[in-house]
């Protein structure tokens, strides 16, 4: 019985260990089909984590640990909140991992990580347009926008321990992600900002922001789990190890999100069949080669100013990224698409429409579209942005401009976008450069369109008043090719060439367009240019200017030379002038002697005083006393001349009575008055005194009367003299042969003589009137006159104070 009983028991205890053992396998076989439940956080960091359209959650991480999880049957539920969220949630253990989080040494205490590093990120600062900054030290007493609890912002190598080891005081926006970080900026509420490389490099350009080169705490991307969860390790180890190999293969779905999400490539181009190497091209198919042999000329139509993606340039050449696809996949597949020219975008379509034009190589997808085209696979992206006036105020999307006026071009996607997504009634264009003139001059106020297009026409027609003001969406649009839609094959064989490319080749399409892309207001390197240019004009004017102020320096200093020596030279002329004068004066007294001695001694020969002369012996002698007189009256005004010259005339003033003088002159020109048939008449009072030098204006009557005898044939001679208030005029009036008004300038000068008719008769010197202006301006202190007419007679005269001033006295005393 008790062995019956220890058999049982036995038994009992078998069937145990095996029912154990069963249990364990079932267990076991469980455990591995068991799909695990993973709550992953997420939240919004395009370009590696977002909520698409559809509010599911995609970017680099989840589509890459989505790939893991297939792998692993892992079953993945996103829990959606902000950054700082998902890290409680994590400190928690309500989330079972946190994408992209930085590792720190700080971080490792709170949460466990990952070995294997996801990618390598760095913060690098923005910052607004209009302002400058290169350094750390830029950034003082700025408002700095950061995104709140970001391992660059609060971290140990972060922005705000970076700045206070620099002692560098500034104001921190802090914002919940790195869009808001970038709003700030065109925003004006921050002046720059901090932002990871990848959102920075993707999305700077949809904001009026710069990339500075200020770039700091590189760290690296991890899986982060809760510290006491109990599947943590077993996920590390799984995440460790697919993520290695993925790394290795580069057409994982690892390698192509790398790809495609940090070059800004749409998401769809993760899981075409086409690879990243180009190692596995589709060959074309016996039909599709046939269908080629069967269409050897394929038309193309573009829009002539969609650049940089396809245009028309100044020698009508066809230009941009899609013409080099097209060169490509024509050479690869011997395919022969050529392009119809001298088309708007608007016949284009329309002849598209017609299947006039078989090809439409770079546009996007419409409903209209699809009426009447297929299309490729995208090939290029574009973003879809709002362009307003600089003066316009900031707008955060498409919503803001719904109550605007705004520009479309015609026959363009966003036509359609506007139409179909938003409320506005768009103004339609028929080109893009019309609908940017009317946005810039203020037709409209807005105008959407691709960015890429709108910033090259901004730059090449020079529209500095308008701005990329914001993106409609962070959503990247496509470009395809689209081909009329009853040749199907064409674009499955498009597909096929597409696929062919090479990520060399694709590269490099780009790099040769991305720089021509958008750059705000005037190219640097156009300033540069000018500023160069004006630089170097600005040297060169400078150095002519010093090398003229250095002639003109020379020059003054040879004029002032040459001034100095011609003073001299002036100076020593007067010297010699008045050492002539006196010269020919002091000679002149010698010459007068033997003179009057000649003239006396043949006088006394001819008055017969020494006996009787034969008229031959008269008629010589006459000749020799003529002759004398005529040298004696020469050298007489020569010597006077010569004196006033010299200022050595005496003036010898006093009182007489102008009716005595006129009467002596008179006197003294009987002789002539005697030989001619002229009468001369004499208006003068009897009344007036003078007080002046009797000699020099004697002298100066004489002379005047003598002329005018000399120069008269018939008529009268007539002198006469007034008193105007303390001066007299003496006029000497005669009816003779007159003088042109073209010689009046010439009288008083000195040896003038004029020609007439009587020029030899009436003899003379030409020193008459000349020597009458000396002594009447320089001795007598008055001024001389004449009023003739050729052939009508003229009137000579003088006029000089009743009495000689002292001045004249003086001066003519003491020269
Ligand atoms: P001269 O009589 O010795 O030639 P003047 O100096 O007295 O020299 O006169 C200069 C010139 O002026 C004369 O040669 C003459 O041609 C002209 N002239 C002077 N007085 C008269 C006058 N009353 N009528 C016409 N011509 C005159």
Redesign the pocket.
Known sequence: MKDKKMVLYHRILQIFILYTFLLNINFSIAEDNYVLNIRVGAYDNRPKIYTNEFGQIEGLFPDVLNDIAQQESWKINYVYGSWNECLSRLDNNDIDIMVDVAFSTDRAQRFKFNEETFLVNWATVYSKNDIRINSLIDLKNKRIAVMKGSIHTDGEHGIKQLLQQFAIDCEFVEVDNYKDVLTCLSNNQADAGVVNRIFGSLFFKLYDVKETPIIFNPSHIKFAFPKQSSIAQKLIDRIDYNLAKMKENPNSIYNKAMYVYLSGFPRKLIFTKKTINGDNVFLLTHAEKEWIRNHPHIRFGVDPEFAPFEYLNEKNELNGISFEYISLINNRLGLNMQVVKDMSWNTVISNAKSKKIDVLPCVSITNERKKFLKFSTPYIHFYRAIITRTDMPFLTGIHDIEHMTVAVQENSSHKDYLLDQTSIQPKIYQTLKEALYATSNGEVQAFVGNIASAAFWIRKLNLVNLKIAAPTSQEAQTLHFAVRNDWPELISIINKGLSSLTQKEERAIRKRWVNVEYKPGIDPGVVWRYILQIVGASCLIFLLFLFWNFRLKKEIKKRIQADRELNKANQRLKKLDQLKSMFIASMSHELRTPLNSIIGFTGILLLEMTGPLNDKQKDHLTRVNNSAKHLLNLITDVIDISKIEAGKIDVHPKKFMLAEIIEEAIIAIEPQLKSNNLTLQKYVPDDIQLYTDKKRLLQSLI?YLS??F???EKGFVRISAELIDDKIKVSVK?T????SQDDIPK?FNAF???E?HL?IK?G???????LIRKLVTEILGGEVFVD?KIGQG?T?GLIIPKSISLKNENENDNP
């Open positions: 002379n002329n005018a000399k120069y008269t005669d003779g042969i007159g003088i009288l003038e003589r004029l007439s020029k009436a003379g010197t030409g020193l008459g009137l000349y003739t003229s000579f």
